[in-house]
């Protein structure tokens, strides 16, 4: 007898095991199959709090995997596609979703030969992902047969474990406890398995074998759900502010839901059983396991924007550190996402860029002529140097995120994308580079009272000033797709334009400010504005392609 029991007990440990491997197996199936399709549906249908309930639900249902809808939001809120409120709506969507794995277990693994069921499965998938290894889309239709095989393996080795022992089993001593203790039990063994859906078919099993009755199910039902957010808190332990905060709005969505139900189980059990009259134990559990997921969405619902405004207080202290806005919060494991992220960094760079440029500039405006000329000499210049060492130092992080992004598996046009945003980078930096070299020497001509220096001064200042405008509003413009803007080609004709100014003048006039140093300021101008414009360009370059494919 004693050996009976060890050997069903290690049969339903194998059961579980089998039933979490077909899960993984399922996931990254599906996620090679269909994951850049799910990934665009999530962001594009995300913009309210509602819609993230239903996609986040129907995303979960299809995937079987709430953790990786989770992965994908932490993803989204990270590089800023989607903001805090709406992925707490995925969340709780994702939440109500997993529901879907306990009714195909109610409904069809009880009622089936589970094992006969799985068999083909798993021949025929065996085969397909052996024999198919140079068609990937083949190998993972293979890769999600054998996945949905080992689930149902897994489900029958539980199912007749559990069975052999079902009459050995003594349940007195925990109904002495009360059903907290059941709460407890779900709670921890969902927390050790880390897959709330295992721990539904271990409690559809017990049922189905007369081990539990439906009061204890539903308490092993609700801690199961609690036990859930323990795998999600223990995962943002080390993780970002948003993934922390995402985390705390799971945990008091499934905690607050759970404790309000189990508080009033007993009336609350008795009268859905009365309402619904279902003869099925098993489709009775399911049912009720839904509800209470249903019930929490429409409780929270209403409370999403103030709990998303308690949440943006919290975690102050785990905001990631960088210079950059997007790219510092989203993993690059998700390479469409991150792209979406360093696209938005790349933006970000190009206000900094001209934050800079217009800083240069403005250094010697009314407002500053107050200042003694050792202040300006002493001050300024460290105020600028500081802007562009943030901009390299933001150059340094994307550059580092661009590394980490082409070790994953990039398709030919996320490839391209990325080298186009790229050369975006680089040449932005060398716009700041080319005004940064000598912006000391417009200072020095800001210092100069000579009609000669004064006027160019003027003239370059509002030619810059001008440029910057028109490379704004090139960027800006969706509609705007001309890929050589004529003012690009206005900047070689103004440097000639220039130099023959200075050699006219020159010879009428007998200037303070050497020559040489105003060509040189000339020159860099006119590479700064070169080197921006064509900046734009790449960058519109790599919309104009997304908007074609879309």
């Not at 779900?186 to 009755?213: C, D, E, H, R, Y």
């Not at 499934?254 to 098993?282: E, Q």
Request: charged content about 20%; hydrophobic content about 50%.
């Amino acid at each position: 007898m004693v050996e009976e029991e060890i050997f069903d007990f290690w049969k339903f440990l194998a059961g579980i095991g089998i039933f979490l491997w077909g899960m993984h197996q399922l996931e990254n199936a599906i996620k090679e199959l269909g994951g850049k399709s799910f990934r665009n549906l999530l962001q594009k249908s995300t913009d309210t709090a509602f819609k993230g309930i239903l996609i986040g639900a129907f995303i979960t249902a299809i995937l079987q995997s709430s953790s990786l809808v989770t992965l994908m939001v932490l993803a989204f809120l990270g590089a800023g596609v989607i903001n805090l409120k709406n992925s707490i709506g995925v969340i709780l969507g994702a939440n109500l979703g997993t529901t879907i794995t306990a009714w195909i277990v109610a409904t069809l693994g009880f009622k089936l030969s589970v094992a006969d069921f799985a068999m083909p499965f798993l021949g025929l998938g065996s085969l397909l992902y052996l024999f198919s290894s140079t068609r990937p889309v083949l190998k993972n239709i293979g890769a999600f047969a054998v996945g949905f095989g080992l689930l149902f393996l897994g489900l029958d080795f539980m199912k007749t474990s559990i069975e052999s022992v079902a009459d050995q089993v003594d349940l007195s001593a925990f109904h002495a406890y009360g059903l907290s203790v059941y709460l407890l039990i779900g709670i921890v063994v969902t927390a050790l398995i880390q897959s709330s859906s295992a721990m539904i078919v271990i409690v559809l099993s017990a049922l189905n074998a007369q081990v539990i009755g439906l009061m204890e199910g539903v308490s092993l039902i609700i801690g199961a759900n609690i036990g859930t957010t323990v795998t999600v808190g223990i995962g943002a332990l080390g993780g970002s502010a948003d993934k922390k905060r995402l985390a705390l709005a799971h945990f008091i969505f499934n905690v607050g839901t759970g404790m309000l139900i189990f508080i009033f189980i007993h009336p609350f059990v008795n009268l859905f059983s009365k309402v619904f009259d279902i003869a099925d134990p098993l489709i009775e559990l399911v049912l009720i396991s839904t509800f209470i997921k249903t019930i929490g969405v429409i409780i929270f619902f209403p409370l999403i924007p103030r709990l998303e405004k308690w949440l943006v207080n919290r975690f102050k202290k785990s905001e990631p550190i960088g210079v950059s806005k997007y790219v510092k919060n989203v993993s690059s494991k998700i390479p469409e996402v991150g792209i979406a992220a360093l696209e938005k960094d790349i933006l970000f760079t190009f206000e900094k860029t001209e934050a800079f440029i217009i800083n240069v500039w403005n250094n010697g405006s009314k407002q500053q002529r107050h200042l003694s000329i050792w202040r300006k000499i002493l001050q300024q210049p460290t105020d600028l140097m500081e802007q562009y060492k943030q901009i390299k130092i933001l150059e340094d992080e994307l550059t580092n995120y661009h590394t980490d992004l082409q070790e994953e598996n990039l398709s030919l046009e996320d490839s391209e994308k990325l080298t186009s945003l790229m050369i975006t980078l680089r040449t932005l930096v060398y716009a700041a580079k080319d005004l940064k070299d000598v912006m000391h020497n417009i200072r020095d001509m800001e210092e100069h009272d000579d009609f000669f220096t004064e006027s160019f001064y003027k003239e370059i200042k509002s030619y810059t000033a001008l440029s910057l405008t028109k490379t704004r509003r090139f960027l800006e413009n969706e509609a705007e797709i001309d890929i050589a803007p004529a003012w690009l080609e206005e900047n070689a004709h103004q440097y000639d334009l220039w130099i023959k100014k200075i050699y006219l003048d020159v010879r009428s006039q007998s200037p303070e400010f050497p020559i040489s140093t105003l060509t040189n300021v000339i020159k860099q101008v006119i590479s700064c504005m070169d080197n921006l414009g064509s900046a734009a360009i790449h960058f519109k370059l790599n919309k104009r392609k997304v908007l074609d494919k879309e």
